[in-house]
């Protein structure tokens, strides 16, 4: 089966710690994203990433870091720095820069972040 | 600045009814227009799009309909069911950037 996994779907963080949210596709995707959602908020980008070892910042990077070290997996890492992280996590992915595609983006189950 | 505008953003409708969300665009740029739809803890999933060579996409209940002079596009669902309750973004893209702009979602409540 192809798809987007994200783990862990629940997480709970103490103030002052970091925690890493992990993405995987198997879906030979080139590009993958990393987006909050809050109630009444949409979905906003934190990052992006469009090709192994490069990406961006989104709208909302702020206290947020990313890594791509693999095409398969973008782990995202909430940081100590992000005042508020209790939301909901989505990871998706989009393009096979190796075939005609459309912009449909694939998303993960997501993970609810919860700060204690 | 939001660049899509979604409206309304909680819609209550009977079942058998006409569920209606509209949305609104900027960047002139936008070429591509989908709908996701997306169930409470779930992550949102393609519903359905439109290229705006073409003014409406009909599958099964679901229906968009483009008006590309307005910068406007809307999802139609009819006959509306229960299973449909759910909150649908619209979303919009340009050519090559890959970066959607969504719209901030309308929770849809189809009563039984």
């Known amino acids: 089966d192809g798809g987007i996994t994200q783990s862990p779907k629940y997480l709970f963080r103490k103030e002052g710690q970091n925690v890493t949210l992990s993405c995987e596709q198997n879906?030979?995707?080139?590009?993958m994203y990393w987006y909050r959602q809050d109630p009444g908020q949409g979905l906003r980008l934190i990052y992006y990433?469009?090709?192994?070892?490069?990406?961006q910042k989104g709208d909302i990077a702020e206290g947020y870091s990313v890594s791509r070290e693999k095409k398969e997996s973008f782990p995202l890492t909430v940081t100590s720095a992000q005042k508020n992280p209790t939301a909901f996590y989505l990871c998706?992915?989009?393009?096979?820069?190796?075939?005609?595609?459309?912009?449909?983006?694939?998303f993960g189950p997501g993970t609810r972040l919860t700060v204690l | 600045q939001q660049q899509v505008k979604q409206s309304p953003q909680s819609l209550i409708v009977q079942k058998g009814g006409i569920s209606i969300i509209n949305c609104a665009y900027e960047?002139?740029?936008?070429?591509?227009f989908p709908w996701y739809q997306q169930f409470p803890g779930k992550g949102p999933a393609l519903l359905i799009a439109?290229?705006?060579?073409?003014s409406e996409k009909k599958e099964g209940r679901f229906t968009i309909s483009f008006n590309k002079s307005a910068k406007q596009f809307s999802l139609h669902i009819m006959d509306s069911q229960p299973g449909d309750s759910a909150t649908y973004f619209c979303?919009?893209?340009?050519?090559?950037?890959?970066?959607?702009?969504f719209g901030r979602g309308t929770s849809l409540i189809v009563h039984p």
């Open positions: 979303a919009s893209s340009s050519g090559g950037s890959y970066i959607p702009t």
């Open positions: 960047n002139t740029a936008f070429d591509y």
């Open positions: 439109i290229r705006p060579d073409v």
């Open positions: 879906l030979n995707h080139d590009a």
């Open positions: 998706a992915s989009s393009i096979d820069l190796g075939t005609t595609s459309t912009d449909t983006q694939y």
């Open positions: 990433s469009q090709i192994v070892n490069d990406f």
